[in-house]
């Protein structure tokens, strides 16, 4: 029964890639390909295997964590994670389906700190979980960074 709740929660953080990959590379040959990039701007196509990458050890890290035992700093950590998925999702749209790029930056911040404060409680809990984000925090601090790039040159 474990291993099904890696699988649903694999399903569930690739879907979520998987709507908002599809939201951004409808944009790229349009909208997006008319933008002024910061120097620092990875080549597009870095893009879909990091966040691929991020979205299964995300995965895994929730799973981790759902095999702890019951307690409020579990459903909190799953509740931060909930959140934290969201707020990825909604980034996606705001700055590639309504080009909010202002907005966008407004709310990849916000994104950045539910990270964190994600990463510190499954950290407590568990703390191969807590690492298994470090990365994904590490790349929105830096798309963070980006998002504030294109927002100032555009």
């Known amino acids: ?24 590379a409808g944009e790229i040959p349009g909208w997006y390909r008319t933008l002024v990039r910061p120097s620092i701007a990875p080549p597009n196509w870095v893009f879909g295997p990091v966040w691929t990458t991020l979205y299964v050890l995300m995965a895994i890290a929730a799973w981790g964590v759902t ?15 909930l959140l934290q998925l969201a707020l990825n999702f909604a ?3 705001i700055f590639f389906r309504k080009h909010a790029l202002g907005a966008a930056l407004v709310e990849v911040v916000f994104l950045w700190i539910t990270i964190g404060a994600t ?25 963070s960074f980006l998002n504030e790039e294109f927002w100032r040159l555009n």
């Open 91 to 93: 980034w996606s749209w």
């Open 67 to 81: 095999q702890e035992a019951a307690s409020t700093e579990r459903t909190l950590a799953v509740a931060l994670f």
């Open 1 to 24: 029964m474990r291993w099904i709740w890696l699988a649903v929660w694999l399903g569930i953080c690739l879907y979520v890639g998987g709507v908002s990959g599809r939201w951004t």
């Open 119 to 143: 990463t510190i409680v499954f950290g407590r809990l568990s703390s191969w979980t807590g690492w298994l984000l470090v990365p994904y925090l590490v790349w929105v601090g830096f798309a």
